[in-house]
């Protein structure tokens, strides 16, 4: 079983800076695809960010030029550092990450979700 646990989340200034990241552990062979998500009250989950094997990160129109998704892949640790923060984007955001375990067998693991609230 994979675990992913994230952390950084919470209250930030309009303009103001918050990175988050995310953790993998358990039976984790390799990792493929690493995403990040948010869910905005009474909307649908979004895809934020995501990049896949060796690719560059891809992101959502809405946050290009202002996040970033570096990862580590020695710690099995991926991060989003957003930057130029808005209120539109408070939402609870949500890692993912697909791969196989040790047995070849895939999985798709998600987080637990993280509170960003951009707020004066």
């Known amino acids: 079983q994979v675990q992913l646990v994230e952390s950084g989340g919470g209250l930030v200034q309009p303009g103001g800076s918050l990175t988050l990241s995310c953790a993998a552990s358990g039976n984790i062979f390799t990792i493929v695809g690493m995403a990040w998500y948010r869910q905005a009250p009474g909307q649908q989950r979004e895809l934020v960010a995501h990049?896949?094997?060796?690719?560059?990160?891809s992101y959502v129109d809405s946050v290009k030029g202002r996040f970033t998704m570096p990862k580590d892949n020695t710690r099995n640790t991926i991060y989003l550092q957003m930057n130029s923060l808005k209120p539109d984007d408070t939402a609870v955001y949500y890692c993912n990450m697909r791969g196989y375990d040790r047995q070849r067998t895939t999985f798709d693991a998600w987080g637990r979700g993280t509170q960003v609230t951009v707020s004066s």
């Open positions: 990049l896949t094997g060796f690719a560059n990160a």
